[in-house]
């Protein structure tokens, strides 16, 4: 797994004039908790962790805290909706060798089987697994895969020492017909069709209807 050094500074004052003030001055505001502790207000440098949170579930090695260096993941992070800027990050406290919950993207490998179509229904699994070891996915195989086979989440391949923390029942995937995939498809767009169409009779109508009034 990816590890990152960043330096943090404590953050004195709160609000939402402040959070502005710490944004325009290249810093996210962020809050550092667990293990008990109290949280504690930082600032940490914009850039630098905007880069290391384009990696998923990245260990973070937080300089300036506690008269030392912590480590911490990230557990939530706010980003402005419309400019995607950073705007508030929570950071979770961590030890080497403890385990925590984190959510691992799936990765499908293999071919489908020749008229075959895959349809996932979920792209990333909760799992439990070590703080400083944390996987960057899980694996699921659908080389061979017959049509119609559905795949749980007990059939993915987890790294060692990583466990389910989610129902092992869970549906990840299954293999469907890609003729029947292709005829849900055509009545779909058939379906789309017919209600423009009566939508767009239905506004003439009522534009029809206006101009009879109108005389």
Known sequence: ???????????TEFGKGAARRTRRAGKVPAVLYGHGTD????????H??????????????IDGVGG???????????RDPIKGFLEHVDLL???????????LPVNVVGDVVPGGVVQQEAVQISVE???????????????GVEVGTQLLAKDLKLPSGTTLATDEETLILQITDASASAGDTETEAEAEA????AEAAAEAAAEGEAEESAE
Do not use: F
């Open 68 to 78: 030392g260096s912590e480590l911490a993941l990230p557990k939530d992070v706010q």
């Open 1 to 11: 797994m990816s590890e990152v050094r960043i330096a943090a500074e404590p953050r």
């Open 194 to 197: 017919a209600e423009a169409a």
């Open 93 to 103: 406290l961590v030890k080497r060798g403890e385990k925590v919950t984190v959510d």
């Open 129 to 143: 697994t070590e703080a400083t070891h944390i996987p960057e996915s899980v694996e699921l195989s659908i080389e």
């Open 48 to 61: 630098e962790l905007m880069l290391a949170l384009k990696t998923p579930n990245v260990l973070l090695t």
């Open 39 to 46: 949280p504690q207000h930082i600032t940490l440098p914009g």
